[in-house]
């Protein structure tokens, strides 16, 4: 049986200068993970920076307002919206241009119901008929936006939200009612 040798000076300075480049790096990442709050990094030639994240915009408001209204999105024959019931009316957000588990921005919804929502969310339909179909539904959603964001009889809630997605579309209203005779 071989006695443990005990490592010489050259040795044991060699080791502690490892040990120590191990706990720069460690307390170096800690410090880059604090520093970017868990976002993603990118690494310049000599220091890390955070990369720069897309906050999606939201607005509540904007989504609660799909609820009682007419399904927009129009897209199958037994459209709950054409049966003037308005119950399972939410929502839809744009598929395009996301990634997976990743949704659009409020601005880019429409209203649908239960129906049209599960067509354009999880049948085989081909990717451009379904972007048709939200793109000309998204036409007649900034339209009803406009006539909300400027009509009296809407909830201020509802006119805030409206103006809220016309401004981030650029897309003011067209009319004022209040001008009109």
């Avoid at 030639?45 to 009682?68: F, I, S, Y």
């Avoid at 990717?127 to 339209?143: G, M, N, P, S, Y």
Wanted: some cysteine.
């Amino acid at each position: 049986m071989l006695a443990a040798r005990n490592p010489s000076k050259r040795e044991q300075r060699r080791r502690d200068e490892h040990d120590a480049e191990k706990q720069r790096r460690k307390d170096g990442l800690r410090a880059a993970l604090v520093a970017t709050q868990g976002r993603a990094a990118s690494m310049g030639p000599a220091q890390l920076t955070p990369a720069a994240k897309d906050v999606p915009a939201r607005n509540p408001a904007l989504l609660e307002m799909a609820q009682g209204r007419p399904c927009l999105l129009i897209a199958v024959p037994d459209c709950h919206g054409m049966r003037e019931d308005t119950s399972t009316t939410v929502a839809c957000h744009q598929n395009q241009g996301k990634g997976t588990s990743q949704r659009r921005p409020d601005q880019y919804s429409v209203w649908g119901c239960r129906a049209c929502h599960t067509w354009y969310d999880q049948s085989g339909a081909p990717r451009e008929t379904k972007r048709a179909r939200f793109l000309t539904a998204h036409i007649r959603q900034v339209d009803h936006w406009r006539y909300i964001a400027t009509s009296k009889a809407e909830p201020e809630r509802a006119r805030r939200a409206a103006q809220w997605a016309l401004d981030r579309l650029n897309a003011t209203p067209v009319f004022d009612l209040e001008a009109a005779p």
